[in-house]
């Protein structure tokens, strides 16, 4: 009696998945992309694009632990 009950209910796998769908419809689907892969030359020229943007800003910490991003240099608006 136990064993039948567990079939119907389906498998492992199928039973974290009924349990999981609610927070699936609200974050998405897993990623399952690998992560090692060869870098393409337009992901590298975003890259070198996005850390030159990034190298403009700093990051200034005030007494009460509170951060906010100030231009390195103001003059500079290459990247603005």
Same mark, same amino acid.
């Given at each position: 009696m136990g064993k039948g009950n567990a079939r119907d209910k389906g498998s492992a796998s199928q039973r974290f998945m009924r349990a999981t769908g609610k927070l699936r419809a609200i974050f998405g689907p897993a990623n399952r992309s690998s992560l090692v892969h060869?870098? $393409? %030359?337009?992901?590298?020229?975003?890259?070198? &694009? @996005? &850390?030159?943007?990034? @190298?403009?800003?700093? $990051?200034?910490? @005030?007494? %009460?632990g509170s951060t906010y991003v100030v231009p390195r240099n103001p003059e500079d608006k290459s990247l603005r």
């Amino acid at each position: 009696m136990g064993k039948g009950n567990a079939r119907d209910k389906g498998s492992a796998s199928q039973r974290f998945m009924r349990a999981t769908g609610k927070l699936r419809a609200i974050f998405g689907p897993a990623n399952r992309s690998s992560l090692v892969h060869e870098m $393409t %030359d337009e992901n590298r020229r975003l890259l070198e &694009q @996005r &850390q030159a943007e990034t @190298r403009q800003w700093e $990051t200034i910490t @005030r007494a %009460d632990g509170s951060t906010y991003v100030v231009p390195r240099n103001p003059e500079d608006k290459s990247l603005r």
